[in-house]
């Protein structure tokens, strides 16, 4: 393995460059000649693929966002479309390939390495946490503190004016960044997008914390768990507390990433590297139990089934 290429891919996440630069430092160290894509699979289609040395990585473990972009191609589902793409690696004699993006990403590292024989391995990096093999992805954490942050000064004009407050946060499909933020947020409720819930029941907790004297409530709706507007059109006709929705958005993506997300990005990216250098390829590198662990890239999708209905009892029997 003499050189490697690395990008990053579908929504970007908080720790990302500091999983690039564990990549590049890794493979320089090795002797290994680094290239960076711009712009994801778009940019790898497109030939926007550059030379890297260690000042191009240098000060950004700390930094947000990611400085090879980030883009969405959803034209790389077609065959026809990876094998140019492909070609821009090959024609450069580049044999490796690290993928750093969610389980969309992983799927074209996967068809990649199985159709072109690509070198591929994927770093799960999402703030979404839906990435099976990995217990935490990397910017999750950050993401998480960003919500709490967010929840506690909610709350304290929750407070003021005696309100219920409607979150909506990020997760179309995983409400871990819900689930976990209502519990370490001391949230009232949640709504995610795995368990159905019922604003009836939300409305009835509601009513009784206000019987309790409680003055506020803290209701966290996933974005995949329902349109909160409408949640809140529903919710408005069985409650009589003033009702206020915060839509957190993209506030969730930024930022500088957590000691824990800069940590997990190191290792994750250093252990690609290895693989690589070991001629391993077509897997995906996570953190288990406080080990660095591989598994195939399909490995992601086909056993992604994280949700805990134990997880939600606590929330639930915590927002009284
Ligand atoms: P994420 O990687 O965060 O899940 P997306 O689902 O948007 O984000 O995927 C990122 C990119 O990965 C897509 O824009 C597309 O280029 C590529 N991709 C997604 N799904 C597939 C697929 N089934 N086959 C090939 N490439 C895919
Ligand atoms: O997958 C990451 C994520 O931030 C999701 O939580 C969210 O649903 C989506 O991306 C938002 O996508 P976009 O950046 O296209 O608005």
Known sequence: MKKIAVLTSGGDSQGMNTAVRAVAKAAISKGIEVYGIKRGYKGMLEDQIFHMSSLDVSGIADQGGTILLSARLPEFKNPE?????AENLKKRGIEGLVVI???GSFHGAHHLYEEHGIKTIGIPGT???DIAGTDYTIGYDTALNIILDAISKLKDTAISHERTYLVEVMGRNCGD???YSAIAGGASGVMIPEIKSSIEDIAEVIKKRRSQGKLYDIIVVAEGAGNVLEIEKELSKKVDTSIRVTILGHTQRGGSPTASDRILATKL???AVELLIEGKAGLMVGMQSG????HTLSYAWENYNKTSEEDYKIANMLSL
């Open 127 to 129: 703030i979404d946490n």
């Open 81 to 85: 479309i990876r094998a140019k793409a």
């Open 291 to 294: 080990k660095v662990t591989t």
């Open 269 to 271: 990216g250093i252990k």
């Open 101 to 103: 993006g969610g389980d």
């Open 177 to 179: 960044l819900a689930l």
